[in-house]
């Protein structure tokens, strides 16, 4: 009687990943993660996403910039509605040019020296926007300051995901959007106070300290075990492991388990393997989900924030709306960090793909049906003149777009914010994650970068609406996307991760 008692457990084990058994490892996992020590993993996290709050910061640095050279006295830096529509969007091509960079660097410098080397051109971009003497220097320092945003967003959630374990990824892996929003609200507040008491180049020196903090912190660092690998740094990558789990736990387990996984990847892919399932199809999930993000308008949304709250006159002044949708953003990521090991990667994206159908059809139809004496909507076919209307009579149903827009920032700063990074971080193979990272970002803001050029044009010709209704579209499709396309990682190594989709075997990831 005792073979055949056993005989079920092992036709069970047989089709698992042969790492972990079905049963008995996943008491083992949890025994495992139960014993690691996350602090060393905490600070190595922390100093990695310095960068995204220095990304966070340099995005939005325009904001409060831009009225202060519409007004300057030296005709050299006045800038006009021409140059200051460049001085915004040219950080985005700056972007697409560094993610098109990284998917040399991941791979040659490795995760962590990819970080540290984009603090040099975000350093000298600061450097030229503070000492600028001419619009050259000014747009020069936001190509820069792009370019490291643009590295820094593809190397970023590859190095946290491969320094992390399943139990905290999911929260880890949110840290750099909260790190973009929080860089983006210090920036508000510094851009109101220095307005009153400092120049405007202060704003520059201000975005130098994080930078430098960034780099200093990294050089105690280690690097990615998986890429030490990848190297044949074997004794470097289980020193790596051994520091960021400590080294009373039985990380030499987890090690072998990466190593395993590594030795049966090539060090980098070959055009004929990009024709294998096990390749192509994450890459074309994780660069299709960078797509649809930017396709949502949250960019457009986010960089005309204020033309848009001032178009529709809504009660508050339009930057303190600015201000109070940024604490919503960062309120909503920190609820998705603290849910997405919870609450799994899927329905996340699908609440936060359903908020912003909501948000966006509202906004559309309300422009849309209000007359333009209840919304404030006077010349409603255009943004860029609207700091010149008069002030009219605000409306409680102004609340409307405000309420909307604050939805909709909540809902892609639960699930389609973070998560598109995160996954794109989990899903790649090993041997492609560095080159594929890289293209997600060239994507995403090459995306970033037509829509928000395009955005001016398609309200001046259609009125308002449109865009937003637009979005409402590109948010059901996002449904649609989620629901065919995405697999749930909830709770998985990126090992087996790597083997579902090897073997396409969907009852591996239930």
Not at 197 to 220: S, T
Not at 466 to 483: D, E, K, Q, S, Y
Request: proline share 5%; with cysteine.
């Amino acid at each position: 009687m005792e073979p055949s008692s056993r005989e079920p457990l092992v036709r069970k084990t047989s089709f698992s990943y042969r790492t972990f058994p079905e049963s008995a490892g996943k008491r083992l996992d949890k025994e495992y993660l139960r014993r690691v020590r996350n602090k060393r993993l905490y600070l190595a996290a922390f100093a990695a996403v310095l960068g995204n709050f220095n990304f966070g910061f340099a995005l939005v640095y325009p904001s409060p910039v831009i009225p202060a050279l519409e007004a300057h006295p030296s005709p050299a830096l006045r800038l006009d509605q021409h140059t200051a529509s460049w001085f915004g969007s040219v950080f985005t091509l700056g972007a697409a040019a560094g993610g098109l960079s990284a998917m040399l660097l991941n791979d040659r410098l490795g995760r962590k020296l990819s970080i540290m080397f984009s603090a040099l051109p975000s350093a000298v971009g600061y450097a030229l926007m503070a000492g600028a003497q001419g619009i050259g220097m000014l747009l020069l320092g936001r190509v820069l300051t792009g370019y490291a945003g643009g590295v820094t967003s593809a190397s970023i959630p590859v190095y946290i995901s491969e320094i992390s374990h399943p139990g905290v990824r999911g929260m880890l892996g949110a840290c750099p959007q909260i790190m973009a929003v929080l860089g983006s609200l210090i920036l508000y507040a510094l851009g109101k106070y220095l307005r009153l008491v400092l120049d405007w180049r202060w704003l520059a020196v201000a975005g130098e300290v994080p930078v430098l903090a960034m780099i200093l912190l990294l050089c105690f660092m280690p690097n990615s075990p998986r890429f030490l690998l990848s190297q044949g740094k074997d004794e470097e990558a289980l020193g790596s492991l051994c520091w960021l789990r400590g080294k009373e736990t039985d990380y030499a387990r987890e090690y072998e388990q990466i190593k395993d996984s590594v030795r049966k990847q090539s060090q980098r892919v070959s055009c004929a393997e990009i024709k294998d399932p096990f390749i192509y199809k994450p890459i074309l999930i994780a660069v299709g989900m960078r797509f649809l993000q930017q396709l949502s308008g949250v960019t457009c949304v986010l960089v005309y924030l204020q033309s848009i709250f001032k178009k529709t006159s809504v009660i508050l002044k339009p930057e303190y709306d600015a201000a109070l949708v940024g604490l919503v953003r960062l309120f909503s990521v920190a609820i998705a960090a603290v849910s997405m090991d919870k609450a799994g990667r899927k329905i996340l994206l699908f609440v936060s793909a359903g908020v912003m159908l909501v948000s966006n059809l509202t906004m559309g139809l309300y422009i849309h049906f209000i007359p333009a004496s209840q919304n404030g909507t006077v010349a409603n076919k255009t943004l860029v003149t609207s700091a010149n209307l008069p002030a009219e009579p605000t409306n409680y149903i102004t609340l409307i777009p405000l309420l909307a827009t604050m939805f909709f920032i909540m809902g892609y700063a639960m699930g389609w914010g973070p998560i598109t990074w995160l996954l794109m971080s989990e899903i790649l193979p090993l041997k492609a994650r560095g080159v594929a990272s890289g293209l997600c970002v060239v994507v995403s803001w090459l995306t970033a970068f037509t829509l928000t050029q395009f955005f001016l044009r398609v309200v001046e010709a259609f009125g308002l609406e449109v865009p937003f209704l637009f979005f409402a579209v590109i948010c059901a499709g996002n449904i649609l996307f989620t629901g065919c396309c995405v697999p749930e990682t909830k709770g998985r190594s990126l090992e087996q991760i790597e083997a579902f989709f090897r073997t396409g075997r969907r009852s591996f990831m239930r």
